[in-house]
């Protein structure tokens, strides 16, 4: 059974860092895409970055050169680093992963993931 559970976020000021992180458990197969996504109150969840099974990284213009996304494989964990953060950043962040054997190269859509984690806060004030 696949896990994912967030840690990390928190509430920062504008042009602060923050990093969120993501345990994994439960997934095999050696094609993966894991993936960040993000939702405000009153809007669409959005994707804001993901990580294929050959390291390849993708990004919202949003946060394209503010956020990096990487994945440690011998910790399982999936992390957002997050840099100038700006208030319109303010949401929930989800941290998910398609079905085993899928892999990613582009941002993918809400509806090819197949799990998602419970989320974690992320606030920016001006």
């Known amino acids: 059974q696949v896990q994912l559970e967030e840690s990390g976020g928190g509430s920062v000021q504008a042009g602060g860092s923050l990093r969120a992180s993501c345990a994994i458990s439960?997934?095999?197969?050696?094609?993966?895409?894991f993936a960040w996504f993000r939702q405000a109150p009153g809007k669409a969840r959005e994707g804001v970055a993901s990580i294929g099974s050959d390291g390849t990284t993708a990004y919202a213009d949003s946060v394209n050169g503010r956020f990096t996304i990487a994945k440690d494989n011998a910790k399982n964990t999936l992390y957002l680093h997050m840099n100038y953060l700006q208030p319109e950043d303010t949401a929930m962040y989800y941290c998910?992963?398609?079905?085993?054997?899928?892999?990613?190269?582009?941002?993918?859509?809400?509806?090819?993931?197949?799990?998602w984690g419970q989320g974690t806060q992320v606030t920016v004030s001006s």
């Open positions: 439960g997934m095999t197969g050696v094609r993966q895409c």
């Open positions: 998910a992963a398609a079905n085993p054997w899928n892999d990613c190269f582009s941002l993918p859509r809400a509806t090819y993931i197949s799990y």
